[in-house]
């Protein structure tokens, strides 16, 4: 079971290339939609007298290899082990969700481009990824929409009334969800019920990708760089906040 | 609401219920524990009892602390201290009573955490002044919340209150108490043998200075929104001296704390002219209220009236002179971790306006009117006093139980205790606490039940906001001009201008008479009518409908009492323009009022003050 | 001066609505971020601005009378017991301050009930809980009966 690539069995009714050509502008669309939305907003004019504004309030500069290592301990902790999360249960949410989609994400790819037909099986190893990551999402994230939520956990809102800010966690699920369903549907044999599957598949997909000017989605790319600016007000003596105190140092 | 979600109604049984988690509640809920040990008490807060209430940001004073076990002052020290501000009225039992137990307050407050500041020499807490004892308060409420949730069997936070509930067979017995979830918008029916009010008193009945954003900016604070009167007001109890409103002086805009200044700086203040003006208002305040002004300290009212006066006669800004005092750099240090522990929002003001008081003297103001029981103001309920000091007329068996059987109160809820602050509303909350169990007990098998029509009924009453705008919401397009239903805030800022101009707030001066009291009341019974086309659009906006329905019973209630008092008893608190002196032959009396629900009407009396205390 | 939330820095914790005294710190709808929905009831009493794990919460002094280009920030470590602040002023002046906030670990009060229970009789009388010792004086103060004036 779930050993075989399931984009290789779509393929006796869509041609390879088409799945090929969809990541490829549904890639796309999320770099067009993140620059639209930056140009849109001013947000990047605004990022950019940001750290303006910070250089010029900094009390000390920082060397090249200072910056880096900032660099590499943002990646490590808060990339690497979503470690700006307080709350444990939003860590560990937020962890299952990204891993998964880093492997649910990567495999695909090899899949698709990699071994597109049938006549080039990919390793079982392959398939049995891709579900774990589609697992890994479907726990993290159903776990986040009807429990972690801030909005159901600490407003009292019904896990079931919608916002706008729920429009990337409903994409998320809508796509992966419907990818399992979409294989299970496939192995199973019927043609009909696989093509209403995998359409239903492809739009949530679509969505997800399309809407990243208006969804939380392009948080991937904003929380890293806006970690490593934290970081490096803090480091440069250019943050508003007061340095830490030392123990009994009031009267 | 949601399309899955509905209304379910939540029942909580206790044997003690507290309402309001702040100083007063808090200290409520340790005494209770103590004294029963097998009881259920309940805590119920409609914010969150680590931050709620008027020590949200901290405070760096304790103002009522005797130093007994130094010989600093004695219990009857602080009656003749309180009564003096007061102009002679306070309940001397009730006032003696805290007085003699704060101190055992004061050190449980320094054996929980709470850092005071220490005299170098003799290691005795810091006076700031004969009353007032320093400390680094700014985690003064999360150390007491830790206590009271230590003592409680539960705490409800984010539920607000909103009726209170009879006894079925008993008359003018409370049984409990209705409200709903701000969260989840549930419905509670409290069940309960003994009650105990500790709500917040009255923030904004009256126009304050600043009506932007700036309205947020009280003195006192804004969820003070007079739940302390509005529940015993609604069900009939005694209340007393709600024409006793507190005006302040503080800072300019942000209306940060003077007494450190005045008391550990020393500075002083004067006019725009760099004169003292004080002196020059004697003879004219003597005129008005006799030799009261030559008691000392000057009663703060009196104060206020030089200022008033002064300000009047085009002789302002008045300022606060701290440039000399500042150039100390512990007393700069003290001044500015003043306002961080008490008022932050004084440190923005003077940042945003580049004043540092090393180079210029700032500017004072004086206050919108606010209407509350534990400062230098003494309204709330009128309550019974300490078995062995009070007197007769005083008292009618359990200490701090207001005129309905099984209801108690503490805090800026009870009237006539002046200068109490933090420590002493802790204070009257712990006997509140202890009366209560004793109340309890006594009961044995006569409890109270409810009455399951008043509770269903209360329901809708409850929610009939929400209703009102889901409802009346589709007559209109957009915005928040509806034909059929006010906002919260229309009906506040209403509120605030009929108080304003009616009845002695700041754009009058301070002044008001007959005519414009009764037209007040005109208003007044009309907005009270349009409480019940409050439109609120979610939880949040319920709150507030609710916290307006509070401080309207509770303005009504303040105006009819500022309307029997004929006589200008407080000068720089308020003035009656057609009576404006004071008048001890006739007026050195509690006023009282009792509302009755079924009538609707008032019955206003005079009650003795007894001087139990040379 | 009312609060705002730094879009970058909050990530929609939730501990600014836990506790805010006053029910203004909610969710925006598009962010799923925390804002405040009513200035106008803010007291400044910074509990969220304190309670934010991510620092992302500010406060501006009002509009009505504030100008633009100050800053009070605080940072309180709950654990050490300690409070900081920075105060900027509009021309650029700084002052610290820090100052303690507790001297005993948090969690740490007993509980009422860990005392011995009181004895029936003490029920009625006027000592509360810990008295007279935390009073330290001998006696609880009363009334002698010649000062009590009768109606």
Not at chain 1, 153 to 162: K, N, V
Not at chain 2, 115 to 126: I, N, Q, S, V
Not at chain 2, 550 to 567: A, D, G, I, Y
Not at chain 2, 570 to 590: C, I, M, N, Q, S
């Amino acid at each position: 079971m779930f050993t075989s690539n399931p984009f290789a069995d779509l393929t006796v009714f869509l041609p390879p290339l088409v799945m090929q050509v969809y990541i490829v502008l549904m890639i796309f669309a999320v770099a067009i939609g993140t620059l639209f939305d930056m140009l849109h907003k001013s947000s990047a004019k605004f990022f950019a007298l940001q750290r303006k504004k910070s250089q010029a309030a900094a009390t000390r500069r920082l060397s090249g290899a200072e910056t880096a290592s900032i660099a590499i301990r943002t990646i490590a902790k808060e990339v690497a082990t979503s470690g700006e999360f307080c709350n444990p249960k939003r860590r560990i949410s937020h962890l299952l969700m990204f891993y998964g989609f880093l492997l649910h994400f990567i495999t695909t790819i090899v899949m698709v481009f990699g071994y597109p037909t049938q006549a080039t099986p990919a390793p079982g190893v392959l398939p049995v990824l891709w579900n774990i990551g589609a697992l890994m999402i479907l726990i993290g994230g159903y776990w986040f929409f009807f429990f972690l939520r801030v909005n159901v956990a600490y407003e009292g809102h019904s896990p079931f009334s919608l916002m706008r800010a729920d429009l990337f966690i409903v994409t998320l699920l809508g796509s992966v969800t419907l990818a399992c369903i979409w294989e299970i549907v496939q192995i199973a044999g019927n043609l009909t019920t696989t093509k209403i599957a995998f359409g239903l598949y492809i739009f949530f997909t679509t969505l997800l990708f399309v809407s990243v000017a208006w969804s939380k989605l392009a948080h991937m790319f904003y929380k890293p760089v806006m970690a490593f600016q934290r970081r490096v007000e803090e480091a440069n003596g250019s943050s508003t906040l007061p340095t830490p105190a030392a123990r009994n140092e009031g009267r | 609401m949601a399309l899955f979600s509905s209304r379910k109604t939540k029942f909580v049984d206790s044997d003690i219920l507290v309402i309001g988690g702040g100083f007063g509640g808090c200290g409520a809920a340790y005494e209770s524990r103590y004294w029963g040990r097998d009881l259920k008490v309940v805590v119920v807060e409609k914010a969150n009892i680590e931050r709620s209430g008027a020590g949200a940001q901290g405070l760096y004073a304790i103002n009522c602390y005797m130093g007994m076990q130094w010989d600093e002052n004695q219990p009857e020290d602080h009656v003749r201290y309180a009564r003096n501000d007061l102009m002679g009225l306070v309940r001397e039992d009730l006032v003696f009573d805290i007085a003699r137990h704060v101190d055992s307050t004061v050190h449980k407050f320094e054996e929980w955490g709470l850092p005071f500041m220490k005299d170098k020499e003799t290691g005795r807490y810091l006076r700031e002044g004969k009353w007032q004892i320093m400390i680094h308060g700014e985690s003064y409420k999360p150390i007491i919340a830790e206590a009271a949730r230590k003592a409680a069997s539960e705490v409800y936070n984010r539920i607000m209150v909103t009726h209170l509930l009879m006894d079925k067979a008993r008359p003018n017995r409370v049984a409990g108490a209705v409200g709903f979830s701000v969260r989840d918008g549930n419905f509670y029916v409290f069940r309960s043998k003994a009650v105990i009010i500790a709500a917040g008193g009255a923030s904004h009945i009256f126009k304050p200075h600043s009506i932007g954003e700036g309205m947020g900016r009280t003195w006192y604070a804004p969820w003070s929104s007079a739940s302390a009167y509005g529940l015993p007001i609604q069900i009939g109890a005694k209340m007393t001296q709600m024409e006793n409103r507190i005006v302040l002086t503080r800072f300019k805009d942000g209306y940060g704390p003077v007494g450190a200044y005045f008391l550990h700086l020393k500075t002083t203040t004067e006019n725009a002219y760099g004169e003292n003006y004080e002196p020059n208002w004697y003879n004219s305040i003597k005129e008005m209220v006799g030799d009261y002004v030559d008691h000392q300290p000057v009663p703060t009212c009196l104060r206020n009236h030089a200022f008033l006066q002064e300000v009047m006669a085009g002789r302002g800004p008045i300022r606060m002179v701290t440039k000399e005092a500042f150039k100390d750099p512990h007393k700069e240090t003290v001044g500015w971790e003043n306002f961080l522990g008490m008022t932050i929002g004084q440190a923005v003001v003077w940042a945003s306006q580049n004043i540092d008081p090393k180079e210029t003297n700032p500017e004072l103001v004086m206050s919108e009117p606010y209407v509350m029981g534990s400062h230098a103001t003494c309204s709330g309920a009128w309550a019974s006093g300490p078995e062995d000091c009070a007197p007769a007329d005083y008292q009618w068996g359990y200490n701090r139980m207001m005129t309905v059987d099984g209801l108690f109160g503490a805090g800026d809820t009870i009237g006539g205790t002046a200068h109490k602050f933090s420590s002493g509303s802790f204070t009257e909350g712990r006997i509140a606490g202890k009366s209560a169990v004793k109340y309890v007990k006594d009961l044995g098998s006569d409890q109270p039940q409810l009455n399951e029509t008043e509770y269903e009924d209360l329901k809708t009453v409850v929610y009939q906001p929400i209703e009102n705008y889901k409802v009346g919401r589709n007559e209109i397009v957009a915005g928040t001009v509806s034909p059929s239903y006010i906002s919260p805030l229309q009906g506040i800022q209403r509120l605030e201008k009929i108080m304003d101009e009616y009845a002695g707030g700041i754009g009058t001066f301070y002044m008001t008479n007959e005519p414009m009291l009764n037209r007040g009341l005109e208003l007044l019974a009309m907005l009270k009518e349009d409480l019940d086309h409050i439109g609120a659009e979610d939880l949040h906006q319920l709150q507030r409908a609710w916290e307006l329905n509070h401080r309207v019973l509770t303005s009504e209630c303040v105006t009819r009492h500022t309307l029997f008092r004929q006589e200008t008893r407080w000068p720089g608190y308020y003035y009656r323009a057609d009576y404006p002196k004071l008048d001890d032959t006739e007026w050195h009396v509690f006023t009282a009022s009792q509302y009755d629900p079924k009538t609707g009407e008032w019955h206003m009396t005079k009650l003795p003050v007894h001087h139990i205390i040379e | 001066m009312p609060t705002f939330v730094y879009m970058a820095r909050c990530d929609g914790c939730g501990q600014c609505v836990d506790i805010c005294p006053s029910d203004i710190m909610h969710i925006d709808r598009t962010y799923r971020r925390a804002y405040n929905i009513e200035p106008n009831f803010c007291w400044e009493c910074y509990a969220c601005v304190k309670a934010c794990p991510q620092n992302a919460i500010d406060v501006r002094g009002y509009a009505d009378f504030a100008p633009l280009g100050h800053s009070v920030r605080v940072l309180r470590e709950e654990e050490k017991g300690m409070i900081s602040w920075k105060i900027k002023f509009r021309d650029g002046r700084e002052k610290n301050f820090v100052s303690p906030i507790r001297t005993t670990p948090w969690g740490s009060i007993k509980s009422p009930s860990d005392y011995d229970a009181p004895s029936p009789d003490a029920l009625n009388g006027q000592e509360l809980a810990h008295e007279p010792e935390a009073l330290k004086v001998k006696t609880l103060p009363t009334l002698p009966v010649s000062q009590k004036k009768q109606v």
